[in-house]
């Protein structure tokens, strides 16, 4: 199978639902989600579709994924982001594309040794993984210029808010099963500027680990 005509593909269809920024798409054409799914799906690595993970997690659909990315980077480029949810670990090699530094922290260990594995032979030497309670964030590498966060909290956690810098953006879903918005979170100073830009349907974001 030509995954890299699919990538191609993958990214025209991208930019023609309105991902718009030229770093996110580039950084979609260059990492090989096939290599972060679960092998009997490779087939399908490149529909626009979420995808299921062990332990009942998911892959999100390419579009979310760009989308978030691009949000991330809406108030300008990011230097250091923390990601909350490794998951297979396909966003954090999209954001270590976009971004200087990314520290991801994912709650399962299974997910997180599984991830490791498939950012390893990329040689991404910006990437940090740690297996531990996302909810409470990274605190020893903040602020963060960016926070993504790939499950839905019924509220912001706030150690997130405290670890983001000044002028900094936060991207996370908001809500619960039946209802799920996603947000975007500016900081300036002690106050916080919430947009909601997308209705979403995430897994839930729960505290400790896994």
């Not at 982001?81 to 998951?87: A, C, K, N, P, Q």
């Not at 210029?145 to 879903?173: F, H, M, N, R, S």
Request: some cysteine; overall charge negative; glycine content about 8%.
């Amino acid at each position: 199978m030509n995954y890299t005509q699919q990538r191609k593909h993958l990214v025209n269809l991208l930019r023609a639902k309105g991902i718009h920024d030229e770093n996110v798409l580039t950084a979609i054409g260059n990492v090989a989600r096939e290599t972060f799914v679960n092998p009997a799906m490779q087939d399908y690595a490149y529909e626009d579709t979420a995808l299921p993970l062990s332990n009942g997690q998911t892959i999100s659909q390419p579009f979310i994924v760009a989308y978030m990315t691009q949000a991330l980077l809406s108030n300008g480029q990011v230097d250091k982001v923390l990601e909350i949810g490794t998951g297979s670990g396909y966003q954090t090699a999209i954001l270590a594309q976009v971004a200087a530094h990314v520290l991801s922290v994912e709650r399962i260990n299974a997910l997180h040794l599984q991830a490791k594995q498939h950012l390893q032979p990329l040689k991404l030497d910006n990437v940090q993984l740690r297996y531990g309670d996302g909810c409470l964030g990274w605190p020893e590498h903040s602020p963060y210029t960016g926070i993504l966060v790939t499950a839905a909290a019924k509220q912001v956690p706030p150690a997130l808010l405290e670890q983001l810098a000044d002028g900094g953006t936060l991207v996370i879903p908001v809500g619960d099963t039946a209802s799920q918005a996603l947000q975007v979170i500016t900081r300036h100073g002690d106050d916080f500027h919430k947009q909601v830009i997308e209705s979403v349907v995430f897994v839930p974001l729960l505290p400790g680990q896994g």
